[in-house]
């Protein structure tokens, strides 16, 4: 049985067929299959296929990857509230656009993503200065601050990243919070993030849910 709910999950969401998806859901429930399943063995694996679509060049588009972000998060919000037991989190993670920065699309992928690998998210929004990513980040104890640029005045600007470093050596908490960067500037040039003096990039907003997990795991080793 749970072969076919796979099957189906991914089919609606390769479709962006945001009911179809929730409806094969509520369809598993029914028949048993345990809210962990749901989360470990089909919501997951699914972001899974979509990372390895991407990398492997197959006729994957951006609308694609947004919605199977976002399905993933509301269906995994719903499942944890039927988990036997409340799962560990783990880590937090502090993400925004950098400052003079509108753009949202790639920032609300991640932020699908990380949701479901349980990884707790505090979105700070859009046009954020350097000294917010860093007061949230100490706040909310996050391990990793990420900060999306979709424009080559903002990724590479003053008062983005490399501002948040600033930050960060001033404080002193290189070694407890990780940066990482990502946007449109970054896929064009692949050496920008060191530029910047971010500890990693991410190609894109599914795949980026990987380099904040060894990010995190590197902060709590």
Same mark, same amino acid.
Not at 108 to 123: N, P, S, T, Y
């Given at each position: 049985?749970?072969? /076919?709910?796979i099957k189906?999950?991914?089919?609606?969401?390769?479709d $962006?067929?945001?009911?179809?998806?929730?409806?094969?859901?509520?369809?598993?429930?029914?028949?048993?299959v *345990?809210?962990?399943?749901?989360?470990f063995?089909?919501?997951?694996?699914? @972001? =899974?296929?979509?990372v390895?679509s991407?990398?492997e060049?197959?006729?994957? /588009?951006?609308?694609q990857h947004?919605?199977t *972000?976002?399905?993933a998060?509301e269906? $995994?919000?719903k499942?944890?509230? @039927?988990?036997? %037991?409340?799962?560990?989190? @783990?880590?937090t993670?502090i993400?925004?656009?950098?400052?003079? =920065?509108?753009? $949202?699309?790639?920032?609300?992928?991640?932020?699908?993503?990380l949701?479901?690998?349980?990884?707790?998210?505090?979105?700070?929004?859009?046009n954020? $200065?350097?000294?917010?990513?860093?007061d949230e980040a100490?706040?909310?104890?996050?391990?990793?601050?990420?900060?999306s640029?979709?424009?080559v005045? %903002?990724?590479?600007?003053? /008062?983005?990243?490399?501002?948040v470093?600033?930050?960060?050596?001033?404080?002193?908490?290189? =070694?407890?919070?990780k940066l990482v960067?990502?946007?449109?500037?970054f896929r064009?040039?692949?050496?920008?993030?060191?530029?910047?003096?971010?500890?990693a990039?991410?190609?894109n907003?599914? *795949?980026?849910a *990987?380099?904040?997990?060894?990010?995190?795991?590197?902060v709590k080793k």
């Amino acid at each position: 049985m749970l072969d /076919n709910v796979i099957k189906n999950y991914t089919e609606a969401v390769y479709d $962006t067929d945001r009911v179809r998806a929730m409806q094969v859901v509520d369809d598993a429930l029914k028949q048993g299959v *345990s809210p962990e399943d749901i989360v470990f063995k089909v919501v997951i694996p699914g @972001l =899974d296929l979509m990372v390895q679509s991407l990398s492997e060049g197959f006729d994957t /588009n951006l609308a694609q990857h947004f919605m199977t *972000s976002q399905i993933a998060a509301e269906i $995994t919000e719903k499942m944890l509230i @039927l988990f036997a %037991t409340p799962p560990e989190i @783990l880590g937090t993670v502090i993400i925004g656009t950098a400052e003079g =920065d509108l753009h $949202t699309l790639g920032k609300r992928i991640v932020i699908g993503c990380l949701k479901a690998q349980m990884i707790e998210v505090w979105d700070i929004g859009v046009n954020v $200065t350097a000294e917010r990513f860093v007061d949230e980040a100490v706040a909310h104890e996050a391990q990793v601050i990420g900060v999306s640029a979709m424009m080559v005045h %903002t990724a590479r600007g003053e /008062n983005g990243a490399i501002k948040v470093r600033q930050l960060l050596d001033e404080r002193g908490l290189n =070694d407890k919070i990780k940066l990482v960067v990502g946007g449109a500037p970054f896929r064009y040039d692949p050496e920008l993030y060191k530029t910047v003096k971010a500890d990693a990039w991410a190609e894109n907003g599914v *795949s980026a849910a *990987s380099v904040i997990m060894d990010c995190i795991r590197e902060v709590k080793k």
